[in-house]
């Protein structure tokens, strides 16, 4: 740490050294003009007012190594890295002094696997640790497993600046790469000239670095590299690094075969076997997502099932870490009474709206249920897993709703609308099971989320009927619950305004209704037809006022309502709220 502040002016560096996160900081940035910014996992601290010159960046450059094509130079010995910025001449007018970290037990959660000797890809977006992963990994394979390593270190990030790498990566032999473009003939290099046993790489970006990684995977050689993305699915997608899970193809089945498998009879396929054994998704610092069988993980995804996954996180008692690993639920029978969710189910998907007001359980405007929610097996069509997924967890309805790639055993359908219509052997199961369907018009994560919140908030509806459209729950229909939830729980109940929604048909209205009953909260009804609309008043309804039926009292409100096109419905509300952004 000490060498990386003496980059800094003298003034600049006795700021940074009297911080009390000064353990902890990630990187100071200096642009010419700007003021200096020193930034911490708690945010960017202001270094000083006055801007940065060029004195400051050439005091800076002059201790560091030579900049390499990438624009990237370091400090010998050390793991810090430091990134130029330049104009159009070339001169540098920017720099970003980033500290590298040798983290010891930072590979613990991937011992195992590890020690197997099966080749590993770590996953994950930048910045969330995968070149400190990979480096304990490059350590352990060297001093505790005594095996011969040899790592291609494109950007010098694994070992360190200069010609004699960090102690961090232990026993292990590095070979720097001149330019970035040559990576994939240092890769082969690197197991032509020097007998590894195992080969560590930062980064394989390029489709060429792939080809020499499988072709490295092939020879017998244990392999553990990283690569941009998220989920298995980002490099199923990618063109350039398909091949590292084994590649897609399209296939064209037979009649015979599409019908067995109930498919389409053009489907993806993995063309070849996937370069690495296994792979981890790494979420954050201290959870992965590991996958065993990279192949059966591939392949699953293209068939649109769930793939088997472990999630491994990090406990913090004591000095020694433990290690818990989770797997997630593979078997999805059906379950023994289960029955589909009744209206408190509303209290999962808005527990954190109670919380806010400290509403009593007994007295809140949201009934708890006093025993536990039944699973939901839902059947998604057309729709990416890992989105469905990610809106589950974003709704916190992970205990209620559970995927499963069986039909047969699903209480409800999300769809995708235009796939849907395409398959009839899919129209007819439901049909026949009565098996409701909610439909989505996009594979967007907003979609979903609106399909899901429907299923959960009326679930009783849409029941799928290809004779009868109306009973088919449309996107409009969706919207507006979205739009009447949206009211009372950003408006109604939090500013005590009253809220009026868009126009809607009667149908529509009374599902908006619908809804605002179960929040316990007054509505009424404005306008006539085409123009009628619904008015929630921020007023609670006691347990008595709720004998009448509420669809009948919407539709005799609509009915019976006079002329009040011509109000100011501005005074007690707003006209439209906004829908969330994607």
């Known amino acids: ?165 960090h102690p961090g990566i232990g026993n292990a032999r590095r070979l720097q790469v001149p330019n970035q473009d040559m990576q994939h003939k240092v890769l082969i290099e690197a197991v032509e000239n020097h007998m590894p046993q195992a080969i560590v790489i930062d980064e394989i970006g390029t489709k060429l670095e792939a080809m020499a990684a499988s072709t490295i995977a092939q020879r017998g050689i244990q392999l553990v590299a990283t690569a941009h993305g998220i989920t298995i699915e980002n490099l199923i997608m990618n063109p350039s690094l398909d091949m590292l899970v084994g590649g897609v193809q399209s296939v064209t089945l037979g009649d015979e075969e599409a019908n067995r498998r109930g498919v389409q009879k053009t489907v993806l396929e993995r063309k070849g076997p996937s370069t690495f054994t296994c792979a981890a998704e790494i979420v954050s610092k201290i959870e992965l997502r590991v996958h065993r069988s990279l192949e059966d993980t591939v392949d699953a995804l293209l068939a649109g099932k769930m793939p088997n996954v472990e999630i491994r996180k990090v406990g913090s008692k004591g000095p020694v870490q433990e290690v818990y690993v989770q797997k997630e639920r593979l078997d999805l029978g059906p379950s023994e009474g289960a029955t589909q969710l009744d209206t408190d189910s509303l209290s999962n998907a808005r527990r954190s709206l109670d919380s806010a007001f400290n509403l009593d359980p007994a007295e809140g405007h949201i009934g708890r249920s006093t ?125 005590g305004e009253s809220v009026q929604l868009l126009p809607r048909p009667p149908s529509i209205i009374a599902s908006q209704v619908d809804l ?24 609670f309804v006691g347990v008595e006022e709720g004998g009448k039926s509420v669809k009948q009292e919407a539709a005799t409100e609509l009915t019976d309502s006079d002329n009040s096109d011509d109000m100011d419905y501005k005074q007690n509300g707003v006209s439209r709220l906004p829908f969330l952004p994607e």
């Open 371 to 495: 025993e536990a929610e039944p699973d939901l097996n839902l059947y998604a069509y057309g729709i990416s897993e890992s989105t469905a997924l990610q809106a589950i967890k974003q709704l916190e309805l992970e205990d209620i709703v559970t995927l499963t790639y069986n039909i047969s055993e699903a209480d409800a359908v999300i769809a995708l609308q235009s796939k849907l219509k395409k398959n009839t052997q899919i129209q007819a199961v439901v049909k026949s099971q009565d098996i409701p369907v909610f439909f989505t018009k996009t594979n967007s994560l907003v979609q979903i989320r609106r399909a899901l919140r429907a299923l959960v908030d009326d679930h009783t509806d849409g029941l799928m009927d290809f004779e009868d459209t109306e009973e088919v729950r449309s996107s409009e229909e969706t919207d507006a619950l979205e739009e009447a939830r949206l009211a009372i729980e950003q408006v109604v109940i939090p500013k």
């Open 1 to 165: 740490m000490r060498r990386l502040l003496e980059l800094l002016p003298g003034e600049l560096r006795r700021r940074v050294e009297g911080h009390p996160e000064l353990p902890a900081l990630v990187e100071v940035v200096m642009d010419l003009g700007r003021p200096p910014l020193a930034r911490f996992p708690s945010g960017d601290f202001l270094l000083s007012q006055s801007p940065i010159s060029f004195d400051d960046l050439r005091h800076a450059t002059s201790q560091v190594g030579d900049f390499g094509a990438d624009n990237r130079a370091g400090i010998s010995r050390t793991l810090h890295r430091i990134s130029a910025i330049r104009n159009r001449k070339g001169a540098i007018i920017g720099l970003t002094c980033r500290v590298g970290r040798a983290v010891p037990g930072s590979a613990n959660l991937l011992q195992d696997l590890v020690k197997d000797g099966g080749s590993l890809l770590l996953i994950g977006p930048p910045g969330v640790g995968k070149t400190t992963v990979i480096r304990e990994i490059a350590r352990m394979l060297a001093d505790d497993y005594r095996k011969r390593v040899m790592i291609v270190d494109t950007s010098n990030e694994i070992g360190g600046d200069g010609d004699i790498p």
């Open 516 to 539: 605002v009953e179960s929040f316990k909260l007054k509505w009424e009804s404005i306008g006539q037809e085409p123009n009628a609309c619904l008015r929630i008043l921020p007023q």
